[in-house]
């Protein structure tokens, strides 16, 4: 059984900056592409950054320069660096794993969700 555990969500100021760590287990990890999802109360899931299993990495526009997804292969686990929080980042995230084919941002091509972890920024 395949389970995603995310941590180190929080409340920050604007500004401020936050490290969510995803750790995957029951799985191959390193054959995955890893993202980021968020989803704000009002709106859809949106993707906010992936790393496939080669290393390429991606982006939404809105977090270029401020956040920073990594992964630890011997740890089983991906990170999101997240700095220079703004109020428009808040929402809760969601780790996602799968074996993407298209398109990182699409939220059908993740086979595997974690249960989310709370971001809150507030000015």
């Known amino acids: 059984q395949v389970q995603l555990v995310e941590s180190g969500g929080g409340s920050v100021q604007t500004g401020g900056s936050l490290r969510l760590s995803c750790t995957i287990s029951g799985a191959i990890y390193n054959t995955y592409c890893m993202g980021w999802f968020r989803q704000a109360p009002e709106n859809g899931r949106e993707a906010v950054a992936a790393?496939?299993?080669?290393?390429?990495?991606s982006y939404v526009d809105s977090v270029k320069g401020r956040f920073t997804i990594s992964r630890d292969n011997s740890k089983n686990t991906v990170y999101l660096q997240m700095n220079s929080l703004q109020v428009e980042d808040t929402g809760m995230y969601y780790c996602a794993a799968g074996w993407v084919a298209n398109s990182w941002s699409r939220s059908n091509e993740y086979n595997y969700w974690g249960q989310g972890t709370q971001v809150t920024v507030s000015s």
């Open positions: 790393i496939d299993s080669d290393g390429v990495i």
